[in-house]
């Protein structure tokens, strides 16, 4: 990986190897295993848990109002929640959807919750640190509504968790869950590029957040998430280094 630092130029860089003598680096705890040089996320409320990424949030939203006759059949993450009933009103039976997953213990031991959202003939369903898929179906009824699935995630981009030599009981060359995450929010630092990434100096850098690829960087705007950071250099043996700006 070309570049010169105070050292000089590394032979090879490593995944979450900082660039240079200037960064700022903050410490969390880990809310799951994480990597060096991987993308780190924060949940707003929560100023010590840090997670990987995730599309750990979705909405399903209904095509019209819920009607009479109507049963609402709701899976989340592979799990069939019982079918809830039409309730009277379409948003009381949303709410009783939302109800259906808040009761449910395995849900819950994930940390998935689930809220109405007013006026939309929705309902939002979030979890930190995990990754969340759901859908909805509606059979019985004069008309039966299409419930569709938009999936983002609601974390907020906290920096690149910095290479580290030290060793756990968990095992090396990650950070375990519960312990401690150095990461660095300004300065430069060397992180693993998407597959199809070709990078250019100056360029504004992008995070993956599903698929095989996902907590890579990338110069492709499509559909993924923007960190706020930028490209200094061009991709090597799978890394990149960006500069870091601070959260987004």
């Known amino acids: 990986m070309a570049g010169r630092s105070l050292y000089g130029p590394p032979v090879r860089a490593v995944a979450g190897q900082k660039y240079g003598l200037k ?11 994480i990597y060096p ?13 840090c997670y990987g990424a995730h599309i750990n949030a979705v909405t399903l939203t209904a095509s019209e109002a819920l009607a009479a006759g109507n049963e609402v059949a709701v ?11 039409f309730t009277g009103s379409s948003a009381g039976t949303l709410e009783a959807v ?5 009761l449910d213990d395995d849900l819950s031991d994930l940390g998935i919750t689930a809220f109405l959202i007013e006026g939309a003939n929705a309902i939002g369903i979030a979890g930190p640190g995990i990754t969340i898929t759901a859908a909805a179906a509606v059979t019985g009824g004069a008309a039966q509504p299409n419930f569709t699935a938009a999936a983002d995630t609601d974390m907020k981009f906290l920096g690149v968790a910095v290479h580290t030599e030290l060793g756990f009981k968990e095992g ?5 869950p519960a312990h401690a995450v150095n990461v660095m929010d300004f300065g430069e630092i060397y992180v693993p590029a998407a597959e199809d990434a070709s990078p250019l100096d100056k360029e504004p850098a992008y995070i993956i957040l599903s698929g095989s690829d996902a907590g890579k960087f990338t110069n492709d705007d499509d559909g993924n998430y923007d960190c706020g950071a930028f490209f200094r250099g061009h991709k090597e043996d799978g890394l990149v280094r960006i500069e870091l700006h601070g959260m987004k």
């Not at 899976?75 to 009933?85: H, Q, S, Y």
């Not at 939302?98 to 808040?102: D, F, L, N, R």
């Open 23 to 33: 960064g700022s680096v903050r410490t969390y705890c880990a809310g799951e295993k």
């Open 37 to 49: 040089g991987d993308p780190v996320f924060g949940v707003a409320g929560d100023e010590l848990a």
């Open 75 to 85: 899976t989340i993450n592979g799990k069939a929640l019982p079918v809830v009933e």
């Open 98 to 102: 939302v109800k259906a997953i808040e």
């Open 172 to 176: 090396t060359g990650f950070y375990p």
